[in-house]
């Protein structure tokens, strides 16, 4: 037996390994050392004061040496040229290089239209950004139907070239773009927060700045992102995929948002995405939903081994990956507290703020409709600490949440099959409501009416539903989710 084990273990081992490699091979040694940063993040968060130096608050009246700095340079880039437009001092900073891609997006109208909206790009810039449209997205279940549905990420955007054009719109109006830094801790004095940051390699001396405002755009590497929903996301940019008709191969105009191609396996029932870009060229993702507390170190790296081994299960082809994308996306159920912000001169914004769907995961979408009510928050914000937010969850999210910490946490054994049989149950319903109803759902725009009467047929098609959502959320989590629908509904009337 001992022998057995050891021999299996040496096989996960070797192909860790490979995992590693085809991850260095495409995405660079600094795409890996993200990955295993990401990794390591797991096993010893960042304590909830910052990270290891928390430099002296700065006194009353002090200067500081920008309105709002940004930490984090992913999609909230976009955030800083649209605040220094506005006439803020801006700073932003970020581990590696501010505006590297490490995912792909897709978008619907909305999000097309938000963005040409923002004033960051003409709408011209915007066309030549999406690389990619389809005539329909399909859901598919494993042993169940496939589902299709219009206007739904409908879009495929080049993610890099819409973060390069980011950063030259803020270096023209004049932001501090500080690459390969990284925040090391803060400390909020009455007019002023001090923030230590340095370079992001072994044995930098760090230094302090000062802002009005910290805005923390650092995702679920954040000590603040504390969502109880975690979507561990792995995949790239494929080329070689068998083009064509059929389930396992890819459709140039057709999106797939959701697959499955087994039941639950290792205690997670695994999804598939695929986002066809530019020709020859489709994003695959491969993710799960779990509970905060339920994913340890190497998550990121484990899931690569398995979408390497299984990908052919899910796509016919040669696949060769272009450019790896993952990460860490936090989601909150709604059924506990929300990530907080540590003080008045700190805001979440993105991931680590989890405002998003916690079904769909959509933080693209979300954020970039938002483009313009966030930047006008954080304005406001930088003047005037104490000014309230005027973001607002979306109805539906009172909702979801719940059907996400249910997904988090699926029955196997014996009883694995059954999220994927919920899960086609639900979308034949919502296939049934019609289009406008079931893209809304996806979008985050169902209004709470449709999505009461969406649970209602679901559960008349599958009464197991009820043992299954009770089995998996505790007594007060119900109270939570019934009270919330209940306000939604009422604020609808």
């Given at each position: 037996?001992?022998a ?5 273990a040496g096989a ?10 085809r991850?260095?091979e ?6 890996l ?16 004061t910052?990270l290891?130096r928390?430099?002296r ?15 984090g340079g ?21 581990r590696?290089?501010?505006?590297a ?5 897709n ?7 938000a963005?040409?909206?923002?004033g ?17 997205g399909l859901c598919?279940?494993h ?5 299709p549905v219009?206007g739904?990420l ?11 054009a ?8 004049g ?11 803060h400390a909020e ?6 923030l230590?940051?340095a370079e ?8 302090d ?6 805005v923390d755009?650092?995702g679920?590497?954040?000590?603040y992102a ?7 996301t792995?995949?790239g ?8 008709d059929?389930?396992r ?8 948002i959701l ?8 205690g ?15 994003t ?5 939903y ?10 990121l ?6 979408f ?10 040669d696949?060769?990956l272009?450019r790896p ?11 506990s ?12 914004v993105?991931?680590?703020a989890?405002r ?5 995961f959509c933080g ?11 930047a006008?928050?954080l304005a ?6 104490g ?6 969850d ?6 979801t ?6 997904m988090?946490?699926p ?7 059954e ?7 639900a979308?034949?319903?919502?296939h049934?409501?019609?289009d ?6 996806l979008r985050?725009?169902m ?6 009467r ?5 559960a ?5 539903v009820?043992?299954?959502?009770v ?8 109270g939570r ?13």
């Amino acid at each position: 037996m001992r022998a057995g084990a050891g021999g299996a273990a040496g096989a996960a081992a070797r192909e860790l390994d490979a995992a590693r490699g085809r991850v260095r091979e495409a995405g660079g040694e600094a795409l890996l050392a993200r990955l295993e940063h990401l990794d390591a993040a797991r096993v010893a968060p960042a304590p909830r004061t910052g990270l290891g130096r928390a430099p002296r608050p700065p006194d009353r009246g002090a200067a500081a040496d920008y309105d709002v700095v940004i930490a984090g340079g992913g999609l909230s880039l976009l955030l800083a040229p649209m605040l220094a437009a506005a006439g803020l001092r801006v700073a932003v900073l970020d581990r590696a290089r501010i505006g590297a891609a490490h995912r792909e997006w897709n978008a619907g109208t909305a999000e097309v239209e938000a963005l040409s909206a923002s004033g960051i790009f003409a709408q011209g810039e915007v066309e030549r950004l999406v690389v990619a449209r389809y005539v329909e997205g399909l859901c598919r279940w494993h042993g169940g139907g496939t589902y299709p549905v219009r206007g739904v990420l409908d879009h495929a955007i080049d993610a890099g070239g819409l973060l390069a054009a980011a950063r030259a719109r803020a270096e023209a109006l004049g932001v501090t773009l500080l690459d390969g830094h990284a925040l090391l801790g803060h400390a909020e004095g009455p007019d002023a927060v001090a923030l230590a940051v340095a370079e992001a390699r072994a044995g930098a001396a760090p230094r302090d700045l000062s802002a009005r405002l910290l805005v923390d755009a650092r995702g679920a590497a954040s000590p603040y992102a504390t969502a109880d929903l975690v979507c561990p996301t792995v995949g790239g940019v494929l080329a070689g995929l068998a083009e064509g008709d059929g389930e396992r191969r890819i459709r140039p105009d057709v999106g797939e948002i959701l697959a499955t191609t087994e039941d639950v396996e290792e205690g997670r029932q695994h999804l598939w995405e695929a986002f066809p870009g530019r020709p020859g060229e489709t994003t695959v993702y491969l993710f799960y939903y779990a509970r905060s507390g339920d994913v340890g170190p190497g998550a990121l790296l484990s899931l690569y081994a398995r979408f390497f081994r299984l990908l052919s299960r899910y796509k016919e082809g040669d696949a060769r990956l272009v450019r790896p994308t993952f990460g860490f996306i936090p989601g909150w159920s709604r059924l506990s507290a929300a990530p907080r912000a540590p003080g008045r001169r700190v805001r979440l914004v993105g991931d680590a703020a989890a405002r998003h769907s916690p079904l769909t995961f959509c933080g693209f979408g979300a954020n970039v409709r938002e483009l313009a009510a966030t930047a006008a928050d954080l304005a406001r914000a930088a003047r005037d600490p104490g000014a309230p937010s005027a973001a607002r969850d979306a109805p539906v999210h009172s909702g979801t949440g719940a059907l996400a910490a249910l997904m988090a946490r699926p029955a196997g054994g014996a009883r694995a099959g059954e999220m994927n049989a919920l899960l086609n149950t639900a979308f034949a319903v919502l296939h049934a409501m019609g289009d406008d109803v079931y893209a809304a759902l996806l979008r985050d725009e169902m209004q709470p009416g449709d999505f009461v009467r969406f649970l209602r047929e679901t559960a008349a098609r599958r009464p197991e539903v009820y043992r299954e959502v009770v089995s998996a959320l505790p007594l007060r989590a119900l109270g939570r989710w019934g009270a919330g629908l209940a306000r939604e509904l009422y604020r609808a009337r």
